[in-house]
């Protein structure tokens, strides 16, 4: 008898042992005994949850499904390119390029901070980048932050500490358009996914038309200016040189790069065709309401119960 209540002590002092012998029934009671405690936690948890989440603002999503632009072969010119690459290289002239190719630069560019910034610039977007807070549906007008922009007299009030200044700089408006903007690649369709979030719907679907409208233009004025350079290299090339069959080819190379620039300046959809366009969405994206207060809910209920049985072995101990 004496070895087996030794033992019952032992195992009242183990917490896994004293764990192992807390049945259901003794967990129910447990809880049920502490109920207040739990009916109050998972209260205030659901209570901040449901504060936070009607505070939120509403934020619509605009996307735009787009896929690479077809573009005229190079016919016997490729055929060309293992005897005279080196020359067209220097002349700036890719003879194996592919849409592909383009595409997944015109992607790169999208997200760059060159090309981002000159967007903002360009748009004259940072008022409504950085301090739009609301937007009121009945007259589509963007609330803005009081504390950050003075919508009144245009000027940018916000207190920031040095290096900051009042008027966001670019490098601020850069990681702030990087989170609302999303440029995805299906990796089998090698159809590409723009979209932008933002409070106002009718800003979200603008944006994303622009944006699809200045990658074309920019990579369309990439090509334009290569081919004029690689134009002027090959003329140049053609008075210093008498060998009838390498002005030939040098002759084909320009009329390649002519083609590029005629194909260019008839062309708005240059890299991406517009087989989704962007509209004004009528749901919002987020928040998700009733999500955030379920995960309070549960919250409240886990970090109460893990503390019920904390401190219910604590007074074993």
Same mark, same amino acid.
């Given at each position: 008898m004496?070895?087996?209540?030794?033992?019952?002590?032992?195992n009242?002092?183990?917490?896994?042992a004293?764990l192992?012998?807390?049945?259901? +029934?003794?967990?129910?009671?447990?809880?049920?005994?502490?109920?207040?405690?739990?009916?109050?936690t998972?209260?205030?948890?659901?209570?901040?949850?449901?504060l936070?989440?009607?505070?939120?603002?509403?934020?619509?999503?605009?996307?735009?499904?787009?896929?690479?632009?077809?573009?005229?072969?190079? $016919? $016997?010119?490729?055929?060309?390119?293992?005897?005279?690459?080196?020359?067209a290289?220097?002349? $700036?002239?890719?003879?194996?390029?592919?849409?592909?190719?383009?595409?997944?630069?015109?992607?790169? &560019?999208?997200?760059?901070?060159?090309?981002?910034?000159?967007?903002?610039?360009?748009?004259?977007?940072?008022p409504?980048?950085?301090?739009?807070?609301?937007?009121?549906?009945?007259?589509n007008r963007?609330?803005?932050?009081?504390e950050?922009?003075?919508?009144?007299q245009?000027?940018?009030? +916000?207190?920031?500490k040095?290096?900051?200044?009042?008027?966001?700089?670019?490098?601020?408006?850069?990681?702030?358009?990087?989170?609302?903007?999303?440029?995805?690649?299906?990796?089998?369709?090698?159809?590409?996914?723009?979209?932008?979030?933002?409070?106002?719907?009718?800003?979200?679907?603008?944006? @994303?038309?622009?944006?699809?409208?200045?990658?074309?233009? &920019?990579?369309?004025?990439?090509? &334009?200016?290569?081919?004029?350079?690689?134009?002027?290299?090959?003329?140049?090339?053609?008075?210093?040189?008498?060998?009838?069959?390498?002005?030939?080819?040098?002759?084909?190379?320009?009329?390649?790069?002519?083609?590029?620039?005629?194909?260019?300046?008839v +062309?708005?959809?240059? @890299?991406?065709?517009?087989?989704?366009?962007?509209?004004i969405?009528?749901?919002?994206?987020?928040?998700?309401?009733?999500?955030?207060?379920? &995960?309070?809910f549960?919250?409240?209920?886990?970090?109460?119960?893990?503390?019920?049985?904390?401190?219910?072995?604590?007074?074993?101990?």
């Open positions: 004496k070895k087996s209540y030794q033992n019952i002590n032992y009242c002092n183990d917490p896994e004293s192992d012998e807390l049945d259901l +029934r003794e967990l129910a009671f447990l809880m049920w005994k502490n109920k207040w405690i739990i009916i109050g998972i209260f205030v948890f659901t209570t901040c949850s449901f936070y989440a009607i505070y939120q603002p509403n934020t619509y999503k605009s996307e735009a499904l787009l896929a690479p632009a077809s573009e005229e072969k190079n $016919g $016997g010119l490729a055929a060309l390119a293992g005897q005279f690459g080196g020359l290289s220097l002349a $700036g002239i890719n003879l194996d390029g592919s849409k592909s190719d383009k595409s997944a630069l015109a992607v790169e &560019v999208m997200k760059s901070r060159q090309f981002i910034s000159t967007f903002i610039q360009k748009h004259d977007l940072l409504n980048l950085i301090a739009a807070d609301k937007w009121n549906s009945r007259d963007i609330i803005y932050d009081n950050l922009y003075d919508e009144n245009g000027n940018w009030v +916000r207190e920031v040095y290096p900051f200044k009042p008027k966001p700089s670019m490098q601020e408006a850069f990681k702030k358009f990087k989170k609302i903007m999303s440029v995805s690649v299906d990796k089998e369709s090698g159809l590409v996914k723009v979209s932008v979030e933002h409070v106002s719907p009718i800003i979200a679907q603008q944006w @994303v038309e622009w944006l699809v409208e200045d990658i074309n233009e &920019v990579m369309k004025q990439r090509d &334009v200016t290569d081919a004029k350079k690689s134009v002027e290299f090959l003329n140049a090339t053609i008075s210093q040189t008498n060998v009838a069959d390498i002005r030939t080819i040098l002759y084909k190379l320009i009329e390649e790069q002519t083609k590029i620039i005629m194909f260019a300046e +062309r708005n959809e240059y @890299v991406f065709n517009t087989i989704d366009p962007a509209v969405p009528e749901e919002k994206f987020k928040p998700r309401r009733a999500l955030i207060c379920a &995960v309070g549960v919250m409240g209920a886990i970090l109460a119960g893990m503390f019920i049985l904390l401190r219910h072995f604590m007074k074993k101990d």
